[in-house]
């Protein structure tokens, strides 16, 4: 029922620093919890961070804990994707998702998804 529109992906260098955002439209955006997958070719989606919808509790997957951070930004329906010392294994589709309730590892829990961003990194 939500609606994401994100934006941010892009073509940058290994090292390098992008932040992605994601839109959400919905009179229940508020009481959604958020979460960012990405999906490189010939890959399954795989989770990446998610954010409860009072922005106190987050989660991450093991390979980008230290490096990326997810945030919200619930006045403007707004949940961002800070990704530091971006290596060329995080090339991959970025998506957002939201669901009602608490958040979720599993692509099949989210009901709501973004378009998809491309995020490539450079060697």
């Known amino acids: 029922q939500a609606q994401l529109v994100e934006s941010g992906g892009g073509l940058v260098q290994s090292g390098d620093s992008l932040r992605l955002s994601c839109a959400a439209t919905?009179?229940?955006?508020?009481?959604?919890?958020m979460a960012w997958f990405r999906q490189a070719p010939g890959k399954e989606r795989e989770f990446v961070a998610a954010i409860t919808w009072t922005g106190k509790s987050t989660a991450y997957e093991d390979v980008v804990e230290g490096r990326f951070t997810i945030s919200r930004d619930t006045a403007n329906n707004t949940v961002y994707l800070q990704m530091n010392r971006v290596q060329p294994e995080d090339t991959a589709v970025y998506y957002c998702?939201?669901?009602?309730?608490?958040?979720?590892?599993?692509?099949?829990?989210?009901?709501?998804w973004g378009q998809g961003t491309q995020v490539t990194v450079s060697s």
């Open positions: 919905g009179r229940t955006f508020s009481d959604y919890a």
């Open positions: 998702a939201a669901r009602p309730g608490y958040y979720s590892r599993w692509e099949e829990d989210y009901d709501s």
